[in-house]
């Protein structure tokens, strides 16, 4: 699993390496579907201060294409966390309608 960790932001920047590992922890029983991760991190409003550390997990997958999960909050690291278990959740939800639709289409064999 090839991880990119993208920021303009001096201090988010310096998390690069925490969000790496994270994402490789997280993400690790399901690193065979997951060839591309690509995280974002971003100040929205700047300097004013609330919820606005923003995280963009784009998750790039060759079974279901590019799931992305976003999470705002005060700090990196609780955007950071929020934003994994959304992707996580994305992850496991496509899955399960993946496994549905094979359910409700079996495939066509001959009785002979």
């Given at each position: 699993?090839?991880?990119?960790?993208?920021?303009?932001?001096?201090?988010?920047?310096?998390?690069?390496?925490?969000v790496e590992q994270r994402v490789r922890f997280v993400m690790r029983r399901r690193a065979d579907l997951l060839?591309?991760?690509?995280?974002?991190?971003?100040?929205?409003?700047?300097?004013?201060?609330?919820?606005?550390?923003?995280?963009?997990?784009?998750?790039?997958?060759?079974?279901?294409?590019?799931?992305?999960?976003?999470?705002?909050?005060?700090?990196?690291?609780?955007?950071?966390?929020?934003?994994?278990?959304?992707?996580?959740?994305?992850?496991?939800?496509?899955?399960?309608?993946?496994?549905?639709?094979?359910?409700?289409?079996?495939?066509?064999?001959?009785?002979?």
């Open positions: 699993m090839q991880v990119n960790v993208q920021s303009l932001n001096q201090a988010a920047g310096e998390l690069a390496a925490f060839p591309h991760v690509t995280v974002v991190l971003q100040d929205v409003n700047g300097p004013r201060g609330g919820p606005d550390k923003e995280c963009r997990i784009a998750l790039r997958t060759p079974r279901h294409g590019t799931l992305i999960a976003r999470a705002l909050s005060t700090t990196w690291r609780r955007a950071v966390r929020a934003a994994l278990v959304r992707a996580m959740q994305l992850i496991v939800r496509a899955e399960g309608r993946q496994q549905a639709r094979r359910r409700a289409h079996p495939p066509i064999t001959d009785a002979n």
